[in-house]
């Protein structure tokens, strides 16, 4: 069975700095990996999928980046931060269904 | 495009009966159920694939009507741990394009 890990599990970090959230995957080799963002009690955005190694698909413009550097990596960065880049971040894998990590709560002050 | 759930909110009795349901503007491949913990990831339930069909998983159980470009899930004798937000997503085809959310439908039970 597939498993993602995320870390870290919570982060402040202070406007106009870097970001870089980093999800691995355990279990499966060449997954379909994506990255949601989830504002507090809202629904799941989509930010970024991809289909392997440096294949990125962006769904949203943003302040925000993904790169597929390995076959079980997927990295989520920000050069800057802004406040509205605060939320709950999650990675996800398909494996019939997806799969979630336990996600990276973002706050930025 | 967005699916639309409803309802946004239900508090029940517990061992009284839900259903939530998820509606689609596009012609829909996939529907997959989630539900959510307050603080925690979303936790996968079930998928119905294009073609009507019904999984059911305990109580909870699900239907997919792909003309009408609807899903509900049926919650039966609903138990405190079925308590927290449930999500659909939905895939219009059966690429590798990520799932799209609801809003969601929080669920309260209630002892």
């Known amino acids: 069975s597939q498993t993602i890990h995320q870390w870290p599990a919570t982060l402040v970090q202070p406007v106009g700095s870097p970001l870089s959230l980093e999800c691995t995957v355990e279990g499966t080799s060449n997954p379909n990996l994506y990255w949601y963002r989830q504002a507090a009690g809202r629904g799941l955005q989509l930010l970024f999928y991809?289909?392997?190694?440096?294949?990125i698909s962006s769904e949203v413009p943003q302040n925000l980046s993904a790169s597929r550097p390995q076959d079980r990596q997927f990295i989520l960065s920000s050069k800057k931060l802004l406040l509205s880049d605060s939320g709950f971040y999650l990675c996800a894998g398909v494996n019939y269904g997806y799969t979630f990590g336990s996600g990276t709560r973002l706050t930025v002050v | 495009q967005q699916p639309v759930q409803s309802p946004q909110a239900v508090i029940l009795r517990e061992g009284e009966d839900a259903v939530i349901n998820c509606s689609s503007s596009?012609?829909?491949?996939?529907v997959h159920w989630y539900r959510q913990k307050h603080g925690e990831a979303p936790v996968f339930l079930m998928i119905l694939l294009k073609g009507g069909e019904q999984k059911g998983h305990e109580k909870i159980s699900a239907s997919f009507n792909e003309k009408k470009q609807q899903s509900s899930l049926y919650l039966t004798a609903s138990q405190l741990s079925y308590s927290g937000t449930y999500f659909c997503?939905?895939?219009?085809?059966?690429?590798?394009?990520?799932?799209?959310f609801g809003k969601g439908t929080h669920l309260i039970i209630q002892p």
């Open positions: 596009k012609a829909l491949y996939s």
């Open positions: 997503g939905t895939l219009p085809g059966g690429g590798a394009d990520g799932l799209t």
């Open positions: 991809s289909v392997g190694i440096g294949q």
